[in-house]
Nanobody
Framework: QVQLVESGGGLVPPGGSLRLSCAASGSFFSIYVMGWYRQAPGKERELVAMITSDGRSTYPGSVKGRFTISRDNAKNTVYLQIDSLRPEDTAVYSC???????????????WGQGTQVTVSS
């Protein structure tokens, strides 16, 4: 089982920055892709960034240039730096991890509980 715990959310004024963290723990063989998603009230969950185990990152056009994903494989942690925050960035941000618990096992996707980000003056 893989547990993911997000942290770093909060109330931020427009134009501010936040750094979210997501730490993976538990028993696993390997973690492959890790991603950050967000879900605003009344909206579908959307991908905002993902990163492979070798550091290749992908962003949708709506956040490119303001969001930066990174990971520390030694700490099994993925980060999301969000700059120039806008009110429309307000959402619950969750991370996921594509991982295997044993060698040769099929990949399972695990999710964290999420952290609230509110952008308001």
């Amino acid at each position: 089982q893989v547990q993911l715990v997000e942290s770093g959310g909060g109330l931020v004024p427009p134009g501010g920055s936040l750094r979210l963290s997501c730490a993976a723990s538990g028993s696993f063989f390997s973690i492959y892709v890790m991603g950050w998603y967000r879900q605003a009230p009344g909206k579908e969950r959307e991908l905002v960034a993902m990163i492979t185990s070798d550091g290749r990152s992908t962003y949708p056009g709506s956040v490119k240039g303001r969001f930066t994903i990174s990971r520390d494989n030694a700490k099994n942690t993925v980060y999301l730096q969000i700059d120039s925050l806008r009110p429309e960035d307000t959402a619950v941000y969750s991370c996921n991890a594509h991982a295997t618990r044993r060698a040769g096992e099929l990949v399972t996707v695990y999710w964290g509980q999420g952290t609230q980000v509110t952008v308001s003056s």
